[in-house]
């Protein structure tokens, strides 16, 4: 679907602040490379100046009168000016210092006094210094041609200057400039994470996405007990890890889906994501917790065999020999490696490893015999499978369950490829429950909460999952 014109709508300000401030060492390093850029173009194009100056008290030949001098100032100011930035004085000055004069000369008068200042600026501080005062030594054999009725008397002596007088452009705008490359950096990110086409509030989803909502799982934070390992292990619904926010959430959902499929008299459910890390696995996991806890025989499927991740969901130990897989190749009876956990009297059919053929194993007549048996042994059936843009696994199982479930995590997945895998379900003539939200956070303006997943299959180490978890019994019998 397109972006609606009201998009702004679409955007979460709190996800727009989160985003920032997880890229804010992109906007520092922008700021960092600008005080980089304007230091070395200053270091390219700068040419220090230096000047050296002298103030002066215009006067009066043979007349004390401080207003004679005042307005002889103002009048002589511009004559004096001439006299110091003239030919004939640079000659004179060259022909002293044995040199070109590599610099300018120029004098200014201070407001409503007789002062005259004098400045004299070149590349290096001891020109300058040599040039004004050459220039203040033989002034006079130049002013007397012009006039005889002024003088000029020292009132400061010129010294040799110790910094320079110009300053960089580019240092002098740096901090400006720094603010400029973050700020632009800062709308860069904005502006990315405007465009990005994702599902980025619950009220959002409701516009964008082409079908029902069945419920939003809040965002759950993992607390963090200082001097220990991040804690990898899934909320489930019956852990007492998780708030109460995540629980009720999930049961409502539950109640919703069984009174969807109890209405249209389906057992199947198939539960899968656009894209990886979604976290469908684990809300696979909770909805069969949710609906074990009615008393329903339910039975959980891991039939991702390309990243299964379910027996890590539960932190049971790998144990290769009851895969599923071995029930869809016909090495195994699916009753001699169902396991049964007393503890959330849910059945389960675990897949411990990556499927050698995962593409030959799902043959659709064996799967539809699996389900004809499973329907007659169980209440529901909750499938968790490949994600579907991931492989076509997911449109294979479409083909055989009764209903189909997509998970959606906030921010994530892009919205067209969302509602093309609903025009997938609908093109296998299958019946879609609708969208689950997941790992949404609470919005600034609103009283939804939000939940946190794990990465794709990531939920323990690498050797399977520890002891403590899920006690299961294999096989037939279950007591």
């Keep these: 679907m397109k972006r609606t014109e009201n998009w ?104 409503q006094t007789n002062l005259l200042v004098v400045k004299a600026t070149s590349a290096r501080p001891r020109q300058a210094y040599v040039y004004l005062n050459s220039a203040l030594e033989h002034y006079e054999g130049v002013s007397d041609q012009i006039f005889s009725n002024a003088e000029l008397q020292i009132v400061q002596e010129p010294d040799v200057p ?14 400006i400039l720094m603010v400029v490359g973050a700020v632009g950096m800062a709308f860069l990110i904005a502006l990315c994470y405007i465009a990005r086409f994702t599902v980025k509030t619950a009220e959002a989803a409701r516009i964008q996405l082409d079908g029902p909502i069945q419920g939003t799982i809040p965002f759950e934070r993992r607390n963090m007990a200082l001097g220990k390992k991040r804690n990898k292990k899934a909320f489930l619904l019956n852990s007492p890890e998780v708030s109460m926010n995540f629980a009720e959430a ?83 009876d ?48 909750i499938v968790d499978c490949a994600p579907i843009s991931a492989a076509a696994d997911a449109e294979i199982w479409m083909a055989a369950v009764d209903s189909v479930l997509l998970v959606v995590r906030e921010d994530w997945a892009d919205v067209r490829y969302i509602n093309d895998g609903v025009d997938v379900v609908r093109q296998n003539h299958t019946d ?34 520890e002891d403590g978890g899920e006690g299961l019994k294999y096989g037939r019998n279950k007591t």
């Excluded at 110790?162 to 901090?175: C, D, E, H, I, R």
């Excluded at 049971?316 to 895969?323: E, H, Q």
């Design 8 to 111: 702004l709508e679409e955007v979460s300000m709190r996800g727009l602040c989160v985003d920032l401030l997880r890229n804010l060492w992109m906007i520092v390093l922008a700021a960092i490379t600008m005080w980089c850029a304007s230091t070395g173009l200053h270091n390219l194009t700068y040419q220090p100046t230096y000047t050296s100056s002298a103030t002066l008290v215009i006067g009066v030949k043979g007349d004390s009168s401080i207003y004679s001098s005042l307005s002889l100032a103002s009048q002589m100011a511009e004559v004096f000016g001439q006299v110091f930035q003239s030919d004939a004085l640079r000659e004179r000055i060259a022909t002293d210092v044995g040199a070109d004069v590599q610099g300018e000369i120029s004098c200014s008068l201070v407001t």
């Design 162 to 175: 110790l910094a320079p007088s110009n300053t960089s452009w580019f240092l002098k705008y740096q901090g």
């Design 250 to 332: 999930m049961r409502n959902i539950g109640t919703r889906l069984e009174r969807h499929l109890r209405h249209h008299g389906y057992q199947v459910l198939l539960v899968t994501s656009v894209a990886e890390n979604e976290g469908k696995s684990t809300t696979a996991a909770n909805l069969a917790l949710a609906l074990a806890e009615k008393q329903k025989r339910v039975l959980l499927v891991d039939a991702d065999l390309r990243k299964p991740s379910q027996y890590k969901v539960f932190e049971v130990r790998r144990d290769d020999t009851v895969s599923f897989s071995r029930v869809l190749e016909g090495e195994k």
């Design 334 to 381: 699916w009753k001699d490696i169902v396991g049964y956990s007393r503890k959330s009297g849910l059945w389960m059919l675990f897949q411990f490893l990556q499927a050698k053929d995962p593409g030959g194993a799902l043959r659709e007549g064996r799967m539809r015999e699996l389900l004809t048996e499973w329907k007659k042994q169980m209440d529901y059936i």
């Design 432 to 465: 879609f429950s609708g969208f689950i939200l997941n790992a949404f956070h609470k919005e600034w303006s609103s009283k939804h909460y939000g939940y946190q997943y794990e990465k794709y299959g990531t939920y323990s180490n690498e050797d399977g999952a």
